[in-house]
């Protein structure tokens, strides 16, 4: 079984999606939170085969037995399943909660697919070439390469960091005898996947 | 060399720190005013209309303040410049920030602009060796940290290049380090200019040269509060170089010697260092011969024995002493100059009496005023009737005026004040005649400025008008110096911009004090005051009020109780000046009897120092003024004599018309705190001398045009990434990249300027592109997070779901077993499987049989294959056969041959018998015919004979 990459081919309904109307926050204490989203007016449009695969990985994830995963596995979900989204993107479809309740709360399938849904209609829109042009600020020598080490702290110090183990998943074999990477084939390497 | 390494590189690896890059573009930072730090950090949180809510940094307190009262901040890029004007945020708070930051890193030395800003460290650095000298020579200012060296060595080799004298400006507070930075400028030119390429063997002039400041120090220095060796006058040092570059020679001029400092000290303060180090350091002889005394005994040493910790002043005058000896200055005039010391000394000492029945002043004991006369070489009568009653003109005669006590006490210290100045501009002249002796030929000099700077006390005197004056134009001189050039660079860019010239600016203020008239100046007033018989401080006041009155810069003390004459605004700020004793300050009246006395000293020394006598100021002409015009006739005509102000108007204007031949490098030297404190820096303080030395203001002029400049190709690499597909594939000029960026940057035209080379941008735009870069930056970064994210995530996926396949087959395995297991018939099969042989015969002969027909299949294929090789085998015979017959025809034939070839041969033998016989016979043959060729001969030769004997016989 490959990775699900063909949820994007679900028919996008952006215009739908926008006009999305700011709902209540449904956790009040949350200060200075984007307004939640209403997933409810999300149309889930999926084809059965998707739908089936869909479940399938998602029911990997659950390690419990309760046909449910936590909200700090979503994210990975769905990247599992060939989408990219942002961490705070992610949030917000899970209507930002607390980082307790990322850990705590559980989330079923059902109320999982208009989740990805808004996603897949919202895809990340970074491409190649912004990538290869982000990383080249940090190409002190003009060469094409930057240093695997100040990749990590760029990685892991800026934006939404990333923790070790993910970059050293990330890492894993990139990194030449000197230590250096080449960061567009890096980029074309990561974007294959 | 890596210890010294600290001191002069920031240390790079912070400066790129992308955290704080980071933090900068989210928390909004900005400087708010603070009492006690000068500036605090803090983070907008709100705007409302004038006013911001800011939390500070550290200590997360919120604050309302005034918009106007805010300050940006500089991007991380910008931590710890090398050169602030660099910064694009360019404010106080900024420029406080980076030198404090820098200062705190041990980093002394920053540019800013055309300064040069550095911060005395109070302590040793390890920053002035002759390593760090080399390394430093023959660079660009650019390519070396900032240093006070860097300063130097551009001077000199600009003067090699372009053959243009150069100057190098010194000022600052007392103790911010300007005599240091000045020796230290010597110590690298002596270095670099010497002839003498061998580093023991250092040139003569060049001992010399830098043994002038022991000496210089000794006599013109001494212990303040703020600065333990301060410099007591202002000196410019010209070097001056050949055109190889090396030293031929130096001249020293020196300003406004505080010479009261001799007479009278504040608390905690010492006289001239020579004072100590001669009473502590001279021998029994020495002493005898100076007349030294215990200093308890000096009434114008006013504490007494005042030691500086760590400072041994006999050691230094044996030092001064070998000073003297390299300078050959020959014994007799140290003496000489050791005497005059002395006698100052002693002329504290003399005291008078006012007497019982009169206001006439008496000198009861007067083993003082012998010494005096003993070192001096005068008559003591001659010298105690000069103070007490000396001869003063009256109208056309000349009478004995009687002294009051004030009068001879004034005369008195009058006379120490001025013997010790005399001695001092003496020895200066002495050092210049040792340092100019070589012959040959100057070509161009690097002059060095070590004057003080700016000073706004409480209440000043006229003492701080001269100073602040001589600030005032040069501050002129170095806005007038930006300004060209500014221009220059404006104009080699091609960019229109008209400058103003900011010299200009300080015009009004420079009048106000040196005008000649309408309306005269400040200087000039008093002058002319001093001439009036009944002006007092009071009238030259009001003099100034009703002169200058409406001059901006000039300003009447608001209140009636402020104790302030006046006020000038100058360019650092609002000083204000107390108008006591002007008059007499200008004037410097002088004892002219005593000074004709010293003139004829039968000491040769004393009379040379008091050779020009003519023009002082006598005391009779100020003595009008303080008798209320008794003497009518006493009104001195303007020009005979010179007052303090004229002299050094006069220096000065001298001065500024050298510099302004020069090309001026200005070092600001910034003492960071009072208390003599390494690491530790005031922020007000430092933000007072900022102002005072005119950084803020060049700061000033800088925000005017355009400050940050960046060429094209690193405004490019910088900033790229905030026009995508601005720039089209492939190549492109960078000056054409860079308008195409700037076009899609959407900027007004008013914040920018493209040069030839250079985008030129107004303060703070910057700033803002670097606040947009990062928040750029942070986007892409944050997107393509999400994607590695998903990198990984997938990556993780697949490996789990390949996981998943492999347990579900050994799964599958397992279950089938499990189900296996517990078959009856499996079990028994499993149970009678190992006694089942029979069960496989089948399988067996099925085997063999497979067997039997592959060997049958092999044998058929051997058989064909016999077959065809007996085929073969009898072509073969055949075809032997054939080739036999052939050979036994051939063999035949040979025989036959053979028997020919024998036959031949015998016939061959037989004919050659033949032969043989006849050749034999040839021969016989043809000896017969020799013989009878000889036969003949002989014949022949009996017949010419006998037909010789037969013609004789005939005859």
């Known amino acids: 079984m490959a990775p699900k990459k063909d949820a994007k081919a679900a028919p996008a309904r952006k215009p739908s999606l926008q006009s999305a109307a700011p709902a209540p926050a449904p956790e009040p204490d949350v200060v200075a939170a984007p307004p939640a989203l209403d997933l409810s007016k999300v149309k889930v449009e999926f084809t059965p085969d998707q739908h089936e695969d869909y479940k399938e990985a998602f029911g990997l994830f659950d390690r419990v037995g309760d046909s449910k995963v936590a909200y700090n596995q979503v994210a990975d979900i769905m990247r599992a399943l060939g989408q990219n989204p942002t961490n705070k993107e992610v949030r917000k479809v899970l209507g930002n909660p607390s980082d307790e309740d990322m850990a705590a709360k559980r989330l079923e399938f059902e109320a999982f697919l208009p989740m990805l849904q808004h996603i897949v209609n919202d895809p990340n829109k970074g491409t190649f070439d912004d990538y290869v042009e982000g990383l080249r600020v940090f190409d002190k020598e003009g060469n094409g390469t930057v240093m695997g080490a100040e990749l990590r702290i760029v990685l892991g110090t800026l934006g939404e960091k990333m923790s070790e183990a993910e970059i050293d998943g990330l890492m894993q074999g990139q990194e030449d005898e000197n230590g250096s990477i080449?960061?567009?084939a890096f980029v074309k390497h990561i974007m294959s996947i | 060399m890596s210890e010294a390494d600290k001191f002069l590189y920031r240390d790079s690896g912070k400066v790129a720190n992308p955290l704080d890059q980071a933090d900068w573009a989210t928390k909004k930072l900005v400087w708010i005013p603070s009492e006690t730090l000068g500036f605090v950090?803090?983070?907008?949180?709100?705007?409302?209309?004038?006013?911001?809510?800011?939390?500070?940094?550290?200590?997360?307190?919120k604050v309302t303040v005034n918009k106007d009262d805010i300050q940006k901040m500089n991007p991380p890029k910008f931590s710890k410049v090398e050169d602030m004007a660099e910064l694009t945020c360019l404010n106080e708070a900024s420029v406080l920030h980076n030198l404090k930051d820098r200062y705190y890193s041990g980093l002394i030395y920053t540019y800013s602009g055309l300064f040069c800003v550095v911060i005395n460290p109070y302590k040793y650095l390890p920053i002035y060796s002759e390593n760090i000298i080399e390394m430093y020579k023959g660079k660009k200012r650019h390519e070396m940290p900032p240093h006070i060296y860097a300063i130097t060595d551009n001077a000199y080799r600009s003067m090699m290049q372009d053959r243009e004298d150069q100057s190098i400006l010194c000022t600052g507070e007392s103790g911010a380090g300007k005599t240091e930075n000045t020796k230290k400028v010597i110590q690298y030119l002596a270095h670099v200019a010497s002839s003498f390429k061998s580093k023991k063997d250092q040139g003569e002039l060049e001992k010399q040269l830098l043994q002038a400041n022991p000496i210089l120090e000794a006599f013109g220095n001494g212990k303040t509060v703020k600065n333990d060796n301060s410099s007591r006058f202002g000196k410019f040092i010209r070097i001056n170089f050949d055109v190889n570059g090396y030293i031929v020679g130096a001249n020293i001029e020196t300003y406004l010697l505080e010479k009261s400092r001799a007479i009278r000290q504040a608390k905690d303060e010492r006289a001239f260092h020579i004072f100590y180090y001669m009473l502590t350091g001279a021998g029994d002889k020495m002493r005898s011969e100076l007349c030294l005394e215990d200093y308890k005994n000096y009434r114008f040493l006013t504490h007494g024995n005042v030691t500086i910790p760590g400072q041994q002043d006999r050691d230094l005058f044996v030092e001064t002493m070998d000073a003297f000896n390299i300078m050959s200055i020959p014994e007799e005039e140290r003496i000489g100059l050791l005497k005059t010391v002395s006698a100052v000394l002693q002329l504290g000492n003399m005291s008078f009496k006012k007497e019982r029945n009169s206001d006439q002043a008496s000198m009861p004991d007067d083993t003082a005023a012998q010494k005096v006369c003993h070192l001096l070489g005068m008559n003591v009568t001659d010298f105690t009737r000069a103070i007490l009653s000396p001869r003063i003109k009256v109208g056309r005669d000349y009478v004995q005026k009687a002294q009051t006590q004030e009068q001879a006490e004034f005369a008195v210290e009058a006379l120490a004040k001025a013997s010790y100045e005399r001695m001092f501009r003496w020895l200066v002249m002495r050092i210049n005649k040792a340092l100019d002796k070589t012959k040959r030929q100057g070509a161009s000099f690097i002059g060095i400025l070590d004057i003080a700077g700016f000073e706004i006390f409480e209440l000043n005197s006229f003492e701080q008008l001269c100073i602040?004056?001589?600030?005032?134009?040069?501050?002129?001189?170095?806005?007038?110096?930006?300004?060209?050039?500014?221009?220059?660079?404006?104009?080699?860019?091609?960019?229109?911009?008209?400058?103003?010239?900011?010299?200009?600016?300080?015009?009004?203020?420079?009048?106000?004090?040196?005008?000649?008239?309408?309306?005269?100046g400040v200087l000039a007033l008093l002058d002319e005051e001093c001439w009036f018989p009944k002006a007092t401080d009071k009238s030259f006041v009001e003099k100034v009020v009703q002169e200058q009155g409406n001059n901006p810069k000039f300003q009447k003390p608001k209140k009636l109780k402020d104790s302030a004459d006046f006020c000038i605004i100058h360019y650092a700020g609002k000083v204000d000046y107390k108008a006591d004793e002007w008059l007499m300050k200008n004037m410097d009246p002088l004892n002219d009897n005593v000074a004709t006395l010293l003139n004829q000293s039968t000491d040769k020394f004393v009379s040379e120092l008091w050779r020009d006598v003519d023009r002082i100021v006598g005391l009779d002409k100020v003595a009008g003024m303080s008798d209320g015009g008794m003497h009518g006739a006493t009104k001195i005509r303007k020009g005979m004599f010179r007052t303090v102000g004229q002299l050094y108007k006069e220096q000065l204007s001298n001065l500024m018309t050298t510099l302004r031949n020069t090309n001026p490098n200005f070092v600001r030297c910034i003492i960071p705190n009072h208390e003599k404190k390494a690491g530790k820096l005031e922020p007000h303080l430092v933000l007072e001398q900022l102002r005072c030395n005119g950084v803020l203001e060049g700061i000033r002029i800088c925000r005017q045009g355009f400050p940050n400049r960046i060429v094209f190709q690193e405004f490019r690499q910088r900033y790229e990434i905030l026009t995508p597909n601005a720039i089209p594939k492939g190549f492109m000029d960078g000056k054409q990249a860079c308008v195409l960026m700037i076009k899609a940057l959407e900027l007004d035209s008013n914040l920018f300027r493209i040069g030839q080379s250079k985008v030129f941008f107004r303060a703070g735009v910057l700033a803002h592109l670097e606040e947009e870069r990062d928040i750029k930056i942070t986007d892409i970064i944050i997107s393509f997070q999400s994607w590695c994210r998903g990198y990984v995530a997938r990556k993780a996926f697949t490996k789990r779901q390949q996981q998943l396949t492999a347990m579900k087959v050994i799964q599958r395995n397992c279950a089938a077993y499990l189900k296996l297991r517990n078959w009856q018939w499996w079990r028994l099969f499993t149970k009678v499987k190992p006694l089942l042989q029979v069960t496989r015969q089948e399988e067996e002969m099925q085997a063999r049989e497979d067997e039997l027909e592959k060997t049958k299949e092999r044998q058929q294929q051997a058989e064909e294959q016999l077959q065809e090789f007996e085929a073969k085998q009898q072509q073969l015979n055949a075809e032997k056969l054939a080739l036999q017959e052939q050979l036994q025809a051939e063999t035949e034939l040979c025989a036959e041959a053979e028997e020919m070839r024998s036959k031949l041969a015998t016939r061959k033998q037989e004919l050659e018998e033949i032969l043989h016989d006849l050749e034999s016979r040839v021969e016989e043959e043809e000896e017969r015919v020799t013989h009878l060729q000889k036969l003949k001969n002989k014949h022949e030769a009996m017949i010419t004979d006998l037909e010789g004997r037969w013609t004789v016989d005939i005859q």
């Not at chain 2, 221009?487 to 103003?500: A, K, L």
């Open chain 1, 182 to 184: 080449n960061f567009e």
């Open chain 2, 468 to 520: 602040n004056y001589t600030n005032e134009k040069l501050q002129q001189l170095f806005n007038h110096t930006m300004f060209v050039l500014e221009q220059e660079e404006y104009q080699r860019e091609g960019i229109e911009w008209s400058f103003i010239d900011f010299g200009l600016d300080l015009q009004p203020c420079i009048d106000l004090i040196e005008k000649h008239a309408s309306p005269p």
């Open chain 2, 41 to 61: 950090a803090g983070s907008v949180k709100e705007e409302k209309g004038e006013e911001c809510l800011v939390e500070l940094a550290d200590t997360g307190k």
